[in-house]
């Protein structure tokens, strides 16, 4: 027998092959697709739960130590050791307006519900990266308008074209919601400390009032340090605090998202443990099958190799298909299972805000 014969043989065995056994080498394909499904979703969603949150950190601009003081103009004690202090290499710092959720009124009634210090910032005066729902960051805000940050406004139901009036002491501004955005520092679900971003000519209009500007300006003190132990020990005596934290306190404050992560992780390595099962055993039920052929091809005097190369290119090339439709299909079941397991986690805080639970209430 030629080589050419052989090819032409060879071909014509495989092509038989593949029509004889089409209802096997369909559910074979199914096999593949869904194992490459699970795989590729559950490597995926490994690869952005695990480091998410130091990412989000990094690009957030986040330091080493925060300050959140009420400290009127801010030139005083605070800045004076931080000047001073040999354990911070660098700080920046950016002015707010500290109010209650009694400010935000819609008609008659709390525009949010909240029992956290709300934070008022000039777009402009931020030193940190906020970012929208795009993952876009929030660089300019429209006059008029607000950005809102965190938690709050999502349990709140707060949404983009929602109007209300912000009042503070004897001004009273209307605003409309631009968009949420997501913050780094205060947006976690257990710190639930919201932001209004908003443009500096309405910041300004807040800080012409005199009562505004003397009693509720305070500062946010962004401090890179090596030493914040030691840091700590210095800013222990200071008065006028409302919260001091390190980088690594403040991640302990996303508990509900790294245990969504370890949701996401367990649920991923189930799924590959399972594909790998499932196309294990149903590759072997299938080459037990093809026992009987085999034996017929010896019989006729078929070489092993020519034998091994008939299953290797049928097997590999459902393989190659089934990875690719599995692949493509991976992307919207991996979502998926992040956002069901993003809603297990929200009801999970959902529960222990309703036995009181909450944390870092910086309340007055």
Request: some cysteine; glycine content about 8%; overall charge neutral.
């Amino acid at each position: 027998m030629t080589r050419i014969e052989g090819k032409t043989m060879f071909l014509r065995i495989l092509k038989k092959d593949l029509k004889r056994k089409k209802t096997m080498n369909v559910i074979l394909l199914i096999f593949v697709i869904l194992c490459s499904t699970f795989a590729a979703a559950s490597v995926n969603n490994i690869i952005a739960v695990t480091g998410g949150l130091d990412y989000y950190f990094e690009k957030a601009g986040m330091a080493d130590y925060y300050l959140f003081a009420h400290d009127g103009n801010g030139e005083g004690t605070v800045e004076n050791l931080l000047e001073t202090s040999a354990n911070v290499k660098d700080w920046r710092s950016e002015k707010m307006i500290d109010a209650t959720s009694e400010a935000l009124r819609d008609g008659g009634n709390k525009f949010m519900d909240f029992s956290n210090v709300l934070l008022i910032c000039d777009i402009s005066d931020t030193n940190l990266n906020f970012f929208d729902r795009d993952n876009n960051i929030v660089s300019d805000v429209p006059k008029g308008k607000v950005y809102i940050t965190g938690y709050v406004p999502i349990r709140e139901g707060a949404t983009a074209g929602d109007k209300f009036r912000l009042k503070l002491d004897s001004t009273e501004i209307g605003l409309e919601v631009e968009g949420i955005a997501k913050d780094a520092l205060f947006g976690s679900a257990m710190m639930a400390n919201p932001r209004l971003l908003m443009n500096h000519e309405d910041f300004e209009t807040l800080l012409k009032d005199e009562t505004i500007s003397t009693y509720r300006i305070g500062h946010i003190y962004y401090i890179d340090s090596d030493n914040t132990s030691a840091l700590e020990s210095d800013i222990s005596g200071l008065s006028g605090i409302y919260f001091s934290g390190s980088n690594a306190m403040i991640k302990t404050t996303y508990i509900m998202n790294t245990l969504v992560a370890m949701v996401i992780l367990v649920i991923s390595i189930g799924l590959i443990i399972v594909s790998f099962v499932v196309l294990k055993f149903t590759i072997r039920f299938t080459i037990s099958e093809e026992f009987r052929e085999i034996g017929v091809m010896k019989a006729v005097g078929l070489p092993n190799t020519s034998i091994r190369s008939l299953y290797i290119v049928k097997y590999f090339g459902i393989a190659i298909v089934g990875a690719g439709i599995g692949y493509v299909c991976s992307i919207p079941f991996g979502k998926m299972l992040i956002r069901r397991a993003n809603a297990l986690g929200k009801r999970a805080f959902f529960t222990l805000e309703n036995q009181s639970c909450r944390q870092a209430d910086f309340s007055h």
